[in-house]
């Protein structure tokens, strides 16, 4: 792997739009400018309380102290929905083991009968799997889940003005049922020794859908972004979350914004890292459309990025599932076997 910079990402606080017509414009071109050269950014002034966030670590490290048992009693190849619990070194990265453990958790709905599904990524809806001894997760990871999206919903507005589109652009993908989910993901302990390759946590990838936001633990690092061709190291900033774009809002600006490749080495032996990355998207049958940009932001756009073995779809629902499929295939064979 190469040694990554020590370069930080932008910064961008959101408690501006609260402020003068000049800190709306401030920070909407922040917004704009971070997301076109880098693809991430800290997110400052959130407005979540200190309290919410502690709460939400303690309830996550609660889970992973539970007895092995109990999180295999929930573990996801007992959810067709990929949901639930996957044990350490259970899901794939470009066909590479990550080194973490983690519970999916998604929308609470009820899920597609088979006789419904005009679609196979309709088998991504459905109810979570929660432990039975830890009832104190469900309302916390809920909570969080909604203020997050509360956020999304502000930002993908603030983008839209930011790029000369109404303001209401992304209001039909998301008003009616979108999609939400968070990971609660635990990286242990395993960096290999002195002038060797550290362990995969989470290997080089994009996200798949529209935004992320991610909270990492105080003082834990490991997350790093790839930037003009090196790997920039992103330590957690103080009650900040990482915010990123993912492959479909980089197909709504036609490359303008691009999906940035990410990912996460382990930590030193005899250390733990949580985690808790949340993405944001749309209705499963939401089709993605490339919005009208300013003539200056549409000259400037690229292209949506081609890859012949990662094809990027429109409709998000395929997207996910595309993901789910690769990063999952237990899960596959066990519900699914005629997508392998």
Same mark, same amino acid.
């Given at each position: 792997?190469?040694?990554?910079?020590?370069?930080?990402?932008?910064?961008?606080?959101?408690?501006?739009?609260?402020? $003068?017509?000049?800190?709306?414009?401030?920070?909407?071109?922040?917004?704009?400018?971070?997301?076109?050269?880098?693809?991430?950014?800290?997110?400052?002034?959130?407005?979540?309380?200190?309290?919410?966030?502690?709460?939400?670590?303690?309830?996550?490290?609660?889970?992973?102290?539970?007895?092995?048992?109990?999180?295999?009693?929930?573990?996801?190849?007992?959810?067709?929905?990929?949901?639930?619990?996957?044990?350490?070194?259970?899901?794939?990265?470009?066909?590479?083991?990550?080194?973490?453990?983690?519970?999916?958790?998604?929308?609470?709905?009820?899920?597609?009968?088979?006789?419904?599904?005009?679609?196979?990524?309709?088998?991504?809806?459905?109810?979570?799997?929660?432990?039975?001894?830890?009832?104190?997760?469900?309302?916390?990871?809920?909570?969080?889940?909604?203020?997050?999206?509360?956020?999304?919903?502000?930002?993908?507005?603030?983008?839209?003005?930011?790029?000369?589109?109404?303001?209401?652009?992304?209001?039909?993908?998301?008003?009616?049922?979108?999609?939400?989910?968070?990971?609660?993901?635990?990286?242990?302990?395993?960096?290999?020794?002195?002038?060797?390759?550290?362990?995969?946590?989470?290997?080089?990838?994009?996200?798949?859908?529209?935004?992320?936001?991610?909270?990492?633990?105080?003082?834990?690092?490991?997350?790093?972004?790839?930037?003009?061709?090196?790997?920039?190291?992103?330590?957690?900033?103080?009650?900040?979350?990482?915010? !990123?774009?993912?492959?479909?809002?980089?197909?709504?600006?036609?490359?303008?914004?691009?999906?940035?490749?990410?990912?996460?080495?382990? $930590?030193?032996?005899?250390?733990?890292?949580?985690?808790?990355?949340?993405?944001?998207?749309?209705?499963?049958?939401?089709?993605? !459309?490339?919005?009208?940009?300013?003539?200056?932001?549409? !000259?400037?756009?690229?292209?949506?990025?081609?890859?012949?073995? !990662?094809?990027?779809?429109?409709?998000?629902?395929?997207?996910?599932?595309?993901?789910?499929?690769?990063?999952?295939?237990?899960?596959?064979?066990?519900?699914?076997?005629?997508?392998?």
């Amino acid at each position: 792997m190469t040694t990554p910079t020590t370069t930080t990402l932008p910064v961008i606080d959101l408690s501006l739009l609260a402020g $003068s017509e000049a800190d709306v414009r401030e920070f909407r071109e922040e917004l704009r400018r971070a997301t076109h050269e880098v693809g991430f950014f800290y997110l400052i002034g959130h407005g979540i309380p200190t309290a919410v966030i502690d709460n939400m670590m303690e309830v996550s490290r609660q889970f992973f102290a539970l007895p092995e048992f109990e999180k295999l009693a929930i573990e996801n190849t007992n959810s067709p929905h990929f949901r639930g619990y996957t044990r350490m070194g259970g899901e794939l990265t470009q066909g590479k083991t990550d080194w973490r453990e983690q519970i999916d958790i998604g929308a609470e709905r009820h899920a597609v009968s088979a006789t419904d599904q005009q679609d196979d990524f309709w088998v991504l809806q459905g109810p979570n799997l929660w432990p039975e001894n830890l009832p104190q997760l469900e309302p916390a990871a809920i909570d969080w889940m909604e203020r997050l999206g509360d956020i999304s919903r502000t930002l993908l507005a603030e983008w839209a003005v930011a790029l000369g589109a109404p303001r209401d652009t992304f209001d039909t993908a998301f008003d009616r049922m979108p999609s939400p989910h968070l990971k609660i993901a635990r990286y242990p302990g395993s960096r290999a020794g002195a002038g060797q390759e550290p362990v995969q946590g989470v290997g080089a990838h994009k996200d798949l859908g529209v935004l992320t936001l991610l909270y990492v633990e105080e003082g834990k690092e490991g997350l790093q972004v790839q930037h003009d061709g090196q790997w920039i190291d992103a330590p957690p900033v103080s009650h900040a979350f990482v915010v !990123n774009i993912g492959e479909l809002l980089e197909i709504a600006t036609d490359g303008y914004l691009k999906a940035t490749l990410h990912r996460v080495i382990s $930590s030193q032996e005899g250390e733990d890292r949580i985690s808790l990355p949340f993405f944001y998207g749309p209705r499963l049958d939401a089709h993605i !459309n490339v919005i009208d940009l300013d003539l200056e932001y549409r !000259n400037a756009a690229q292209g949506i990025t081609t890859d012949p073995g !990662n094809i990027i779809h429109s409709v998000y629902g395929q997207n996910w599932l595309k993901s789910r499929v690769r990063a999952h295939p237990n899960v596959v064979a066990a519900h699914h076997p005629h997508l392998l």
